[in-house]
């Protein structure tokens, strides 16, 4: 391929991978970044098609065992409650993302000390707020400073999405109830921001791809970038192995190029971003005699903790039209009203409601996240009835993790290339069935109190694992935990991790700003100790 050795190499180009090659690259690092899937073509996506809706529920699902396209993997989820949901290319699964974008909170980093619980992370809110705001001006947020339910945060780069009428009967909703609510975060462009990069034209499908290029998935953000800087990215390269020397240090990965050669780079560290399952995937395959269980597990800690974010949903049907089918499907405004631990509920910790607008017709017909129209004798009038007049809230929870929630290899089950597929296994506890039980309860009320003259509940959203996360947890305790609080192994010092996996509990929030702020944090301390860019370094106190 025409390199053979890097500084530093990282495994995936999505929401951290992105990242921490921008700002090695930046600082002079040779960076390499290997991609098992490959750029998207954005004259190609589906979302100005008269298919769209078609598409979304058949090649461009999220689910990659519904879609079955050559550069997936399959994933095993019989034993799975949630679905999982992610995607190969450049930009990994910001491909397909809403583009909320909220920071989890201070007590998100303190549950143990808090609510004695799961386990405090060893860095905090504070730790992460300079690498928060450097990553919202390179992704470009839209959104409203001033939240009093959060922590201050400098004016956002660009004005709010506008809420549409759903929100604002809603907001009125909570309002009247004396409930917390704010507009949401959103990586989307509301106005001219990013070079080469259009304004949200509220078109609705966001999660096909976005022609004018307003979402901010890190093929148009960071990428750019990091190309400009130096990177260099290797798409159609699918991963089987991180090579190490006889005493387990990482030294390069192998992988299969487009043709299914077999190739080779070498490596001084090595920094995987490959998501929640991905990551611990390519670790559990990495064995050696230092490592026969899989590279840095010697604790037998690497895929388990799995977390989502268990999502049930209640949509209320309004006698008024809310043209719900227009803007960004997943981002307008948020309630957390239920969000910390209350003494008096039967569930610690808690959960955001967040406003989802209505469908399109084929996906109100036929139904995706949202209830679906029944078929049969008066399908019309039931369908004219709801069509652009439901809003939804989902209920947002807080997983905490559980090692008999995992990832693991599948014994027969392999990828087109033969390679070794992943296995999830995971269940709801009674504490989080609780707290969506107290959700939808919650939900039903506020669309009681905006007057919906129907509410249909769905207690669990199957298809809604786009949070892979606590399958390498981040923990100062080289017994309790794989990496350190920047992400380093504990058990192998040039190797990284700096997507999902890390999380040491997930809040009730979506994670991808914190993904990525915690990878530009552990960048950067990379860059400060560049002794460790080169074999045989000793790893600093930093």
């Known amino acids: 391929?025409?390199?053979?050795?890097?500084?530093?190499?990282?495994?995936?180009?999505?929401?951290?991978?992105?990242?921490?090659?921008?700002?090695?690259?930046?600082?002079?690092?040779q960076v390499t970044c290997l991609e098992q899937g490959g750029w998207v073509d954005y004259a190609q996506v589906p979302s100005f098609g008269q298919d769209w809706e078609l598409a979304r529920q058949t090649t461009h699902h999220p689910n990659p065992n519904i879609r079955r396209l050559p550069v997936d993997y399959p994933i095993d989820d019989t034993d799975a409650a949630i679905k999982p949901?992610?995607?190969?290319?450049?930009?990994g699964s910001t491909i397909h993302w809403g583009a909320h974008f909220p920071r989890l909170r201070p007590s998100d980093f303190r549950v143990r000390s808090?609510?004695?619980?799961?386990?405090?992370?060893?860095?905090?809110?504070?730790?992460?707020?300079?690498?928060?705001?450097?990553?919202?001006?390179?992704?470009?947020?839209?959104?409203?400073?001033?939240?009093p339910g959060n922590?201050?945060?400098?004016?956002?780069?660009?004005?709010?999405?506008?809420?549409?009428?759903?929100?604002?009967?809603?907001?009125?909703?909570?309002?009247?109830?004396?409930?917390?609510?704010?507009?949401?975060?959103?990586?989307?462009?509301?106005?001219?921001?990013?070079?080469?990069?259009?304004?949200?034209n509220h078109c609705g499908p966001c999660d096909l791809g976005c022609p004018v290029k307003a979402r901010s998935s890190t093929d148009v953000t960071y990428w750019p970038l990091a190309l400009n800087a130096g990177?260099?990215?290797?798409?159609?390269?699918?991963?089987?192995?991180?090579?190490?020397?006889?005493?387990?240090?990482?030294?390069?990965?192998?992988?299969?190029?487009?043709?299914?050669?077999?190739?080779?780079?070498?490596?001084?560290?090595?920094?995987?971003?490959?998501?929640?399952i991905g990551t611990p995937r390519l670790m559990l395959l990495s064995t050696s005699s230092r490592f026969p269980n899989g590279l840095a597990n010697d604790t037998g800690l690497v895929g388990k903790r799995l977390m989502h974010h268990p999502t049930g949903m209640v949509t209320g049907v309004f006698d008024e039209p809310l043209d719900g089918f227009k803007g960004p499907f997943a981002c307008s405004i948020l309630c957390q009203e239920f969000y910390e631990t209350d003494p008096a509920r039967d569930f610690v910790r808690g959960y955001q409601m967040q406003l989802v607008r209505s469908d399109g017709p084929l996906g109100t017909a036929c139904?995706?996240?949202?209830?679906?129209?029944?078929?049969?004798?008066?399908?019309?009038?039931?369908?004219?009835?709801?069509?652009?007049?439901?809003?939804?809230?989902?209920?947002?929870?807080?997983?905490?993790?559980?090692?008999?929630?995992?990832?693991?290899?599948?014994?027969?089950?392999?990828?087109?290339?033969?390679?070794?597929?992943?296995?999830?296994?995971?269940?709801?506890?009674?504490?989080?069935?609780?707290?969506?039980?107290?959700?939808?309860?919650?939900?039903?009320?506020?669309f009681q109190e905006a007057g919906a003259i129907r509410?249909?509940?769905?207690?669990?959203?199957?298809?809604?694992?786009?949070?892979?996360?606590?399958?390498?947890?981040?923990?100062?305790?080289?017994?309790?935990?794989?990496?350190?609080?920047?992400?380093?192994?504990?058990?192998a010092d040039n190797l990284m991790v700096v997507d999902g996996s890390v999380f040491v509990t997930v809040g009730a929030l979506n994670p991808t700003p914190t993904i990525q702020a915690v990878a530009l944090r552990a960048a950067e301390a990379l860059i400060r100790d560049r002794r460790q860019i080169r074999p045989g370094a000793a790893r600093s106190a930093a």
Not at 177 to 187: I, K, R, T
Not at 249 to 275: K, M, S
Not at 369 to 387: K, M, N, Q, S, T
């Open 231 to 276: 990177a260099r990215l290797i798409t159609g390269a699918r991963v089987f192995e991180i090579e190490t020397d006889p005493t387990g240090r990482p030294v390069g990965a192998a992988w299969y190029d487009a043709e299914g050669t077999v190739q080779r780079i070498g490596a001084d560290v090595v920094i995987l971003a490959a998501n929640g």
């Open 114 to 147: 808090l609510d004695g619980v799961a386990d405090d992370w060893p860095i905090s809110y504070a730790d992460l707020a300079p690498f928060y705001d450097e990553n919202d001006r390179i992704m470009g947020v839209a959104g409203l400073a001033g939240d």
């Open 85 to 91: 949901l992610l995607y190969n290319a450049v930009g």
């Open 367 to 446: 139904g995706g996240y949202l209830p679906r129209v029944p078929w049969g004798a008066g399908h019309h009038d039931a369908f004219l009835e709801v069509f652009g007049r439901t809003a939804s809230l989902t209920v947002t929870t807080e997983d905490l993790p559980r090692e008999e929630n995992r990832v693991e290899l599948h014994p027969t089950l392999t990828d087109s290339f033969g390679v070794p597929a992943p296995k999830m296994i995971y269940s709801l506890d009674r504490n989080t069935q609780a707290m969506i039980r107290h959700g939808i309860a919650s939900a039903t009320r506020a």
């Open 455 to 491: 509410i249909l509940p769905q207690d669990l959203v199957v298809q809604a694992g786009f949070h892979l996360m606590g399958t390498a947890r981040m923990g100062d305790d080289r017994d309790t935990a794989v990496v350190d609080g920047l992400c380093r192994a504990h058990a």
């Open 151 to 200: 922590p201050p945060r400098p004016k956002r780069p660009m004005p709010p999405l506008p809420l549409g009428r759903g929100a604002e009967v809603m907001a009125g909703a909570f309002d009247r109830l004396g409930w917390h609510w704010w507009p949401s975060d959103v990586a989307i462009n509301t106005i001219a921001y990013g070079a080469g990069r259009g304004v949200c």
């Open 1 to 29: 391929m025409g390199l053979d050795h890097t500084d530093v190499l990282v495994i995936g180009a999505g929401a951290g991978g992105a990242a921490v090659a921008w700002r090695l690259a930046t600082a002079g690092i």
